[in-house]
């Protein structure tokens, strides 16, 4: 596995990293058979016939956790980022071979609460299935970061990520301020067992299926801020230690 201080420097200064290996191939087939087992009928599981997702993932299928958070990923994250870190956000998204969506070019300008609250720096509030959205403070945005695991292998012909290196350094900003000119689409193939890491001003799209792959992510978003005392994260969980 790549020296975890290329892996520092990769997400400081390009926004992103491809670490393979992080999974057994044993331990993905226990992640997904518990995926399988799970009641569905919970409002937070959404399944369509292009898409199948479950919100507050880690929540709703507990026993998962100690599967996520392994060695390896405990290690990366300590090494990486340090130990002040907590889970705030977790989704599983399975896109299906017959999928035809796409995700446009964007950053993740949100974080998910538990209730509204009128404050400074924190706007554009949504809500869906009884959880709260909002833009945070530029700093809060700045130090968060994404993890993805991949169930599949991924590449361009299933739904892999695409992103633009180095775009999360311009701070928040529209895709027309790019410097398309100098910047460079790079799609990020990961295997089945690997993990991308990300920041989340990172400006990433995804194209559809062409192929007859199935796509299975684990999207896990981390934070070590604490919000004002009128809000709390929707899905916080211990430090990682």
């Known amino acids: 596995?790549?020296?975890?201080?290329?892996?520092?420097?990769?997400?400081?200064?390009?926004?992103f990293a491809v670490i393979e290996n992080l999974y057994s191939s044993d331990e993905i087939t226990e992640i997904i058979n518990l995926v399988n087992q799970a009641d569905q009928s919970?409002?937070?599981?959404?399944?369509t016939k292009g898409l199948f997702a479950i919100r507050r993932f880690l929540k709703e299928i507990p026993r998962i956790k100690k599967l996520i958070l392994n060695g390896n990923l405990q290690s990366l994250i300590l090494e990486v980022f340090g130990n002040q870190y907590f889970i705030?956000?977790?989704?599983?998204?399975?896109?299906?071979?017959?999928?035809?969506?796409?995700?446009?070019?964007?950053?993740?300008?949100?974080?998910?609460?538990?209730?509204?609250?009128?404050l400074p720096g924190f706007d554009s509030w949504t809500v869906k299935i009884d959880q709260f959205a909002v833009q945070p403070p530029l700093s809060i945005l700045q130090d968060n970061f994404t993890i993805r695991i991949?169930?599949?292998?991924?590449?361009e012909n299933n739904g892999a990520l695409k992103v633009i290196p180095a775009s999360h350094l311009k701070g928040i900003c529209r895709l027309d301020g790019l410097?398309?000119?100098?910047?460079?689409?790079?799609?990020?193939?990961?295997?089945?067992g690997g993990v991308m890491v990300m920041r989340p001003l990172l400006f990433h799209a995804s194209n559809r299926t062409i192929s007859d792959k199935q796509r299975r992510i684990i999207h896990i978003e981390f934070s070590r801020q604490e919000l004002p005392s009128e809000i709390t994260w929707a899905e916080k969980e211990e430090k990682i230690k």
């Not at 596995?1 to 926004?15: Q, S, T, V, W």
């Not at 919970?42 to 399944?47: D, H, P, S, Y």
């Not at 991949?150 to 590449?155: E, G, K, P, R, S």
Request: net charge negative; with cysteine.
């Open 150 to 155: 991949h169930l599949d292998d991924t590449d």
């Open 88 to 118: 705030v956000k977790s989704i599983y998204f399975d896109k299906p071979e017959q999928s035809n969506w796409f995700v446009g070019w964007h950053q993740d300008l949100t974080i998910s609460v538990d209730t509204k609250a009128e």
């Open 179 to 192: 410097d398309w000119k100098n910047g460079t689409e790079t799609t990020c193939n990961v295997n089945a």
């Open 1 to 15: 596995m790549k020296d975890l201080f290329d892996h520092r420097e990769d997400i400081a200064l390009r926004g």
């Open 42 to 47: 919970n409002l937070t599981f959404r399944k």
